[in-house]
């Protein structure tokens, strides 16, 4: 019986306030470092699949517009407006001859 009285002396308890107010804070701010440690690995892995679909979409665009400038596409694309591939080497022009 003589422990538990010496445990919770009153006294103790309001000289020892401080060490708790203390206690108290660092388990807030534990706790609150735990959560922004959360919420921050949720935004990078966020932000890792958002650039991995985005370089996806980059070799796919990139891709496309290496098959599309191909001679063969560029042929068929311009088919419709009526224009032709060469075929016979273009003719080059005499420069003008300047007279003083």
Known sequence: MEWKRLLFNYQWIVKNIPFFLFLSLLTVLYIYNGHFAEKTIKDINR????????QYEYKTIQSELMFQSKQSEL???V???GLK????SPVILPAAVKEN
Not at 85 to 88: K, N
């Open 47 to 54: 932000s890792s699949r958002e650039l991995k679909e985005l």
């Open 75 to 77: 042929v068929k694309a």
């Open 79 to 81: 088919e419709p407006l």
């Open 85 to 88: 591939e060469l075929s016979q």
